[in-house]
Structure formats: C-alpha cells, structure tokens
T-cell receptor, first 112, second 113 residues
Framework: QQQVKQSPQSLIVQKGGISIINCAYENTAFDYFPWYQQFPGKGPALLIAIRPDVSEKKEGRFTISFNKSAKQFSLHIMDSQPGDSATYFCAARGAAGNKLTFGGGTRVLVKP | KAGVTQTPRYLIKTRGQQVTLSCSPISGHRSVSWYQQTPGQGLQFLFEYFSETQRNKGNFPGRFSGRQFSNSRSEMNVSTLELGDSALYLC????????????FGSGTRLTVV
C-alpha cells in the first residue's frame, strides 16, 4: 500500500525556472516530512524537512509548503540550476516509530 | 566528519546463496535503518536498530535479518537469495531517529544471478 503519493514522475525545467513537486499522504499519524535528493550512484541526501505544525519552511532556494487539512506537501526549487538535476523523494515518518515511507520519486532535469 | 560507510559497494551472488552487508554509522549515531531501493518498488523500509535492539520492522520475509553491535555498526543478512532481491541496499543513521534527520550511505548494489 503506497501511503505517500508523489507527482510528477519526471520534470524538465529551464535554468532559472521553478521546479514544483507534490506529495500526498494518507496516514494522519505521520509527524515528520523530509525531502531527499539523490544523484546516480549515491544515497539520498536530506534537503529540507518540516513538521505538520508548520505551513512553510524555506532553506535557500528550497521551500516546503505543507497543507495539513489536505494532507499534502510540496517542494519548490527556485532558480533551478543544472546541478539540481537529480531524483527527489518526499517521505513521511510514522509517529509510532522511525520508519520513513517514501514517495515514488521525481526525476528532475534542469536544462541550461 | 565521516559519513555513513557501507561495504561492499557492489556484490554479485548466485540464487540460493546468502549475503551479509555492513554499515558503519556516523560516530555518535545510535539508530541505524536499512532500506531496499529498486526501480519497481522504490525505497522500502527493511528494519531499524537502536542500541542493539530491533525497534521497527518492514514488510519483508524472514530471509531478511539484521543486527546491531555495541559500537552501533550494523549488518543485514539475506538468506536463500532470489533474483528479486537484486537491489540497492541503503543504510541510514541518525542520532536517535527523531528530528535530527537521517544520513544515508551510498549503498551496496546487490545483483543476484
């Protein structure tokens, strides 16, 4: 059962543009929502994370928007750069443990 | 500061064999989690260890097992390998598994032939 749904599966954006990735979850017990960036041959690296009592969090060019009532959250990458080309995963952590449930991933390609 | 170290990086095994993968967490981190990554199923949680005790377990068959040592290093074992076990196995460490975040290693690429 996929408890975190991520869209789109892939995304092409021009350099300087905005990349937007969306995730929706079902389990209201989730209490921590991180985003990870993964390059080929590497493990996922934590980008930014948010808790459900916060509606937005910004770190540099990366912003998470969180809508608790809709059970949705999204990642915005501002001023996208070719170096941002990677696969991005949203995730959610269950309140009962430290298991991360991941979305299916979004492959982002930033064209110069 | 050293990151999460996983060994070996690549492994080729024959169906029916068993395999042991190793993970050395970041110094001071006591929580170690294991994930399987495949193109079809994505990233799936295997199990988490904290202070040598399994704290959480995912929906994988009993052929998948793990353990954690007193120095927080962890191993996972897969017995009676199947072709479908071919995947990237990732280890993630955290101070306690809370809001400190999880740091992933580069993984072990297991190919079962």
């Amino acid at each position: 059962q996929q408890q975190v749904k991520q869209s789109p599966q892939s995304l092409i954006v021009q350099k300087g543009g905005i990349s937007i990735i969306n995730c929706a979850y079902e389990n209201t017990a989730f209490d921590y929502f991180p985003w990870y960036q993964q390059f080929p041959g590497k493990g996922p690296a934590l980008l930014i994370a948010i808790r459900p009592d916060v509606s937005e969090k910004k770190e540099g060019r990366f912003t998470i928007s969180f809508n608790k009532s809709a059970k949705q959250f999204s990642l915005h990458i501002m001023d996208s750069q070719p170096g941002d080309s990677a696969t991005y995963f949203c995730a959610a952590r269950g309140a009962a443990g430290n298991k991360l449930t991941f979305g299916g991933g979004t492959r982002v390609l930033v064209k110069p | 500061k050293a990151g999460v170290t996983q060994t070996p990086r690549y492994l080729i095994k024959t169906r029916g064999q068993q395999v042991t993968l190793s993970c050395s967490p970041i110094s001071g981190h006591r929580s170690v989690s294991w994930y399987q990554q495949t193109p079809g199923q994505g990233l799936q949680f295997l199990f988490e260890y904290f202070s040598e005790t399994q704290r959480n377990k995912g929906n994988f068959p009993g052929r998948f097992s793990g353990r954690q040592f007193s120095n927080s290093r962890s191993e996972m074992n897969v017995s009676t390998l199947e072709l479908g076990d071919s995947a990237l196995y990732l280890c993630a460490s955290s101070f306690s598994g809370g809001d400190y975040g999880y740091t992933f290693g580069s993984g072990t690429r297991l190919t079962v032939v």
